[in-house]
């Protein structure tokens, strides 16, 4: 399974961008899939998750300015990411998680958010 993460770029703060990680096969095959975020100095942490079920988590630094959606017919996971911030700066990673627990990474995409 591989997974093409796309979307990232330059933006001023307050500017929004749109992330999407296409699943090269099924999304059902995956019980989990999210988007992970890494600084430069920071440990990779987590952004946001979607089940297969359709529940949703959000770190708490990004809760009501991203939102985290699935679209099964294209097999692809969204990020929304609005109103920006300095600190939103990192490598955005795709996750997805098999059922039977497989972990897969998807290449990272560079948000960086100008102030």
């Known amino acids: 399974v591989q997974l093409q993460a796309s979307g990232g770029g330059l933006v001023q703060a307050g500017g929004s961008l749109r992330l999407s990680c296409a699943a090269s096969?099924?999304?059902?095959?995956?019980?989990?899939m999210g988007w992970y975020r890494e600084a430069p100095g920071k440990q990779r942490e987590s952004v946001a998750g979607?089940?297969?079920?359709?529940?949703?988590t959000y770190a708490n630094s990004v809760l009501g300015r991203f939102t985290i959606s699935r679209d099964n017919t294209k097999n692809t996971v969204y990020l929304n990411m609005n109103s920006l911030k300095p600190e939103d700066t990192a490598a955005y990673y795709c996750?997805?998680?098999?059922?039977?627990?497989?972990?897969?990474w998807g290449q990272g995409t560079q948000v960086t958010v100008s102030s």
């Open positions: 996750r997805a998680v098999t059922w039977r627990g497989d972990v897969n």
């Open positions: 096969g099924s999304i059902f095959s995956f019980n989990d």
């Open positions: 979607i089940t297969s079920g359709g529940s949703i």
